[in-house]
């Protein structure tokens, strides 16, 4: 009796399932950290917002709750996007896990991968929630306008308050404002990795990526006025073009304050936007990973 | 590990020297499409604070202008119409594209402050309080004028100037220039063609016009024949002494 021979499997250099792997247990991870209490948070906040406005008239009302609502989607996301991803890396080698995991045939680009796709379900499962409480609370709010319009507006203009009602509710736009906000949460946490791939700490990691944040929604002037030659001084020339080079511009993905107001976004408008944020997101990704694939640990 | 640094920066530079043109291209496309408008700047900063004007300035500024559009709520309920307008300025600089915003500042101070000025009872000189009831109803202008400057592709804005016109100001004349703007919008409701022939009537030197269009609508069928049409038709048919056997419409004799 001979004992069976191994099968010998040939390593795969690149392999979607290590990927995939790596990916669901950085969400369960993430998740296990209680980080979808927030939602609680979230739904107070804008059933709360009722509370102020019941005074108001119900353009206004629905003008507040969804300003708030997609203004707190985009402060949530941004803030998990940063802190999940500012702790990822420090987390693993505190843990040891980095160690476990590198010292198997897992290539540095797949668990670097792996990692951030985890953040990306995150922010995607997040903002999949926000959305449904969001639309939820709308149509409760819009079919309790509709009723109180039935019963007090006189049956002459009954028609034109109810189209005014559902007008001033959902429109077609707000689904790709709620896309961009997700890019752009995608975009924090590109860009909060790299940071990680050579900062020293979680904590200068987080503080770099709100500078960067904050700098890079009024990037733009100072793009405009390095291309303008608005300056003469070299150095602040230079300046400008630091800035303007190195800072991703995030004011050109802030278009929901305009979404709500009613601003329609043309779908060429929307790829041109959406595509942008991709680009940011796979060239911080890949420069992220070029630095750590010589990191050190 | 250094030179990866480097490397990695050089990278970025290029990368943003490449998108810079997209990028630039980008923002002109979103101004034609009536995104960004909103003017963030050191006045601004003096009216909603440091803090607000960093939360404005790091994209909440929706979110910002509705907590402004709150107190500014309160303050009307505490009837301080100055405190209210500058509120209002901040708001609509923070969302000049919501058109509700703008709207609801003017008539506050066109139809509300400009009445409470009028009937101000600690303001004995009524010389002093129709002064400065018009220079709320220009305030009511000044919002409505610039919400158009923002919103030219929305005809709520027109139609409140107009009757903002018409009420306010008595301006006959440009308020049936305004309906005419209004009625000019295919979204519009369709009572706004007729509003303008009603204020042309009372512009002088109009009236012919006036009186022409509204015969036209007349003729249009009896959809169009609504009471005011006709009470227009019959004023304007003696203002311009229409002989009796080309009067259309013969108003009903009062009653005794």
Redesign the interface.
Known sequence: MTAAAPIATKHKIFSPARVTAIASNTLLELVRLKVFYFLLLFALLIIGSSFFTSKFTFQEQFQVLKDVSLGAMSIFTWLLGVLATAMLLPKDIEDRTLYTILAKPVPRFEYLLGKFLGVLLLLFVAISLMTGVFLVILYARQQDALANAARLVPAQALQEQLADIRAATFNKNLLPGIVIIYLKSALCAALTLLLSTFASSSIFTIIMSVIVYLIGHIQAIAREAYLASQTTTALTKAFLAIVALLIPDLNSLTLVDDIVVGNAISTVLFVKTASLGLTYIGIYFLVGYFVFSAKEL | ?TR??V???L???V???V??P???E??K??KA??????KLDLSLREKIGQMGF?AA???????V??VL??HA?VLWERTEWGAMKVDFDAVTSL?P????FWS?AAWHMGFNASVAAFEDPKQPREALRLKAQHEYFKLGEDYLLHGIENNPDVYNLYADLALLYEMKFKDHCKAAEYYARTAAFKNA?VFYHRFQYYELAQCPGHEREAYEALLKLYKEGENERLPTLLKWLGILQEKLNVPADQKIYIPPAPNP
């Open positions: 590990m990866r640094m490397i990695a920066i990278v970025l530079l990368f943003g020297a998108r810079m997209f990028e630039a980008l923002e496309e979103h499409a009536y995104f960004h408008g909103a960093l300035l790091s994209g909440f500024r929706a979110f202008a509705d559009w709150i709520h969302q594209r919501c058109v509700l609801q409701p």
